[in-house]
């Protein structure tokens, strides 16, 4: 029996018998929620997707009281030179004597020297880390810290947490999140922000050929592609360099995503291959005579 209490609904079992369980009393095995949602094997399974949704919403509510922020990226391994890891412990100690929270994936190798730093510092010092079956762990310079299942998420919440990226020598993952947050600059999808590469042996050899065989020789990106981002040697040289940039004001808390629908309801024009547009005869552009839009 049901009864109205000012707006309440309240369950009364009839004498003698027991209420009904409450819903939130009821904890099932995931595998018998998958059935009960009617999940199959082969379909995505509702359970995974709420699991999905609260990392997103737990993620953001993690990332969003940093005001000002820095993310490091670089190599979990430490097969690295010295200077790598020195250079990565030194920049997380600058930043976050200028007041930046230092985040990192929360690992070993290049993120934990750039923690330690951090903590050295006595600065905010975080780790978004992921959660696998062996070789990462949270390193212990972390003070302020969550833990994701996915890649994907995990990979948001690293893009959308700062005003500056750094990226020290690394491996896929590295160039993974590299070539992601270049894509999102080029497309509009966020707000320009800074990236800047540390260690010239490391990433001149990558931008070279990305200068000389992406952009000269195949058009395949814009000239002002290769101008989103900042090479330099040392801590040194990127914390002045980030320091000039505050000066300048162009590190302050920002729009991180761009309403590019808004702003461009076309969406983002993308250039126009020149083999496509002329004839075999036809004198094709230069590199940076190649023209956007219509």
Known sequence: ???????????????????????????????????????????????????????????????????????????????????????????????????????TGGGPGVMEAANQGASRAGGESVGLNIQLPFEQRMNQFVNESTSFHYFFTRKVMLAAASQVYVFFPGGFGTFDELFEMLTLIQTKKISP????L??????SPLLAWINETVYEKNNAISKEDTTLFELVDSADEATALINKLIKEKAVDRVQREADT????????????????????HTKQPQPDQVQWGN
């Open 193 to 196: 922000i800074i990236i800047v």
């Open 198 to 203: 540390v260690n010239k042996e490391f990433w």
């Open 1 to 103: 029996m049901a009864q109205h209490h000012h707006g309440r609904i309240n369950m009364v079992a009839p004498a003698g018998q027991p209420l009904p369980p409450r819903a939130e009393d009821l904890v099932l095995p995931a595998d018998q929620v998958e059935r009960l949602m009617g999940s199959h094997r082969d379909s995505v399974s509702p359970w995974r997707i709420f699991k999905i949704m609260s990392e997103f919403v737990e993620g953001y509510e993690f990332i969003r009281h940093f005001k000002r922020a820095a993310t490091i990226f670089g190599s979990a391994r430490s097969g690295l030179s010295d200077k790598v890891y020195k250079d990565a412990e030194q920049l997380g100690y600058n930043l976050a004597k200028e007041g930046f929270a230092v985040i």
């Open 261 to 280: 629908m808004e702003n461009n309801p076309e969406g983002i024009v993308m250039p126009k291959p020149a083999s496509s547009l002329a004839s075999p």
